[in-house]
């Protein structure tokens, strides 16, 4: 799992609800505009799909804090798609 900053675990994304494989969250974007965005993981099991996956853009001057509730607000929102059983 990855942490952030402050050495916290952060909350877990759930696998895909297509095929069971690993996502994780990258970042993208220029120097105004970025991105965060859910994608496939890369480790063996990662997911194969090319559904589309949440993402959420943020100005260049977003604040720590603020990064830090756009990728939980994303883990969130990914995480509904995932239904047990
Ligand atoms: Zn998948």
Do not use: Q
Request: net charge positive; glycine share 8%.
């Amino acid at each position: 799992m990855s942490m952030d900053e402050k050495g916290k675990k952060m909350k877990e994304l759930k696998r895909c609800p297509f095929c069971g494989g690993e996502v994780t969250i990258a970042e993208a974007g220029d120097y105004l505009t970025s991105w965060m965005f859910i994608t496939r993981g890369n480790g063996k099991n990662g997911c194969k799909c090319r559904a589309f996956m949440e993402s959420k853009p943020y100005s260049f001057n977003c604040s720590a804090v603020d990064k830090e509730k756009i990728k939980k607000d994303l883990i969130e929102a990914w995480n509904k798609r995932y239904k047990e059983d």
